[in-house]
C-alpha cells in the first residue's frame, strides 16, 4: 500500500513549474531534499560530474544559498532519485558546474528543457579551456624562441672562440 501510495505522489509531484525546496542531505553519493509533500532524493539532471570533488562543489552551491529550488525535467522517468535541475539563489547549478568545467552533459536532447543552457555553458567552459592551451602554447613558442637564440648566441661564441 505504501508503494502504491508513493508512485502516486511521485506521479503527481508537478513538472515543469520552479518549487521551493529544503536541503536535508547532499553528498557525493546523494541529494535529499524536502518539500510540502515529503522528503525525495533527487539527481542533477543530464549532469557527469568528472569527480566526487565536482560533486561536493555543486552541493556547496545548494547548502550555501538563501533559496533553493528544483524543476523536474518532464520528458525524464520521474522515479527517485528524481530527474532535477537544482537553483541556488535562481542560480541553475548544472549551468555553473558546466561553466567550471567540473562535469559535462550526460545525453544531448534538444527537447530537455534546459538543454539550450547547458549547451551553451558546455561550449564556453571548452573555449576557456582552449584558450588557456592557446596562452601556454604561445608562451612555450616564445621560451623556444629565447632557448634557441642563447644557444645561437653560444654556438657563435665557440665559432669565434675557434678561429683565434
Do not use: W
Amino acid at each position: 500500500m505504501l508503494k502504491v501510495l508513493m508512485s502516486f505522489l511521485l506521479f503527481t509531484l508537478p513538472v515543469n513549474t520552479k518549487e521551493e525546496v529544503e536541503i536535508v542531505r547532499c553528498n557525493e553519493n546523494e541529494i535529499v531534499i524536502r518539500k510540502v509533500e515529503g522528503i525525495y532524493r533527487v539527481e542533477f539532471f543530464n549532469l557527469l560530474f568528472h569527480d566526487d570533488a565536482s560533486k561536493l562543489q555543486a552541493c556547496d552551491y545548494l547548502l550555501d544559498a538563501k533559496h533553493v529550488s528544483m524543476e523536474l525535467e518532464p520528458l525524464a522517468n520521474q522515479n527517485e532519485p528524481l530527474p532535477a535541475y537544482l537553483f541556488a539563489d535562481s542560480m541553475l547549478v548544472q549551468k555553473t558546474i558546466l561553466e567550471e568545467n567540473l562535469g559535462r552533459i550526460a545525453v544531448r536532447m534538444k527537447e530537455y528543457k534546459y538543454e539550450e543552457v547547458m549547451e551553451e555553458a558546455s561550449i564556453e567552459a571548452v573555449m576557456a579551456s582552449n584558450h588557456g592551451v592557446d596562452v601556454i602554447q604561445q608562451n612555450y613558442n616564445f621560451t623556444y624562441l629565447i632557448v634557441l637564440g642563447i644557444l645561437i648566441m653560444g654556438l657563435n661564441r665557440i665559432l669565434n672562440h675557434m678561429k683565434q
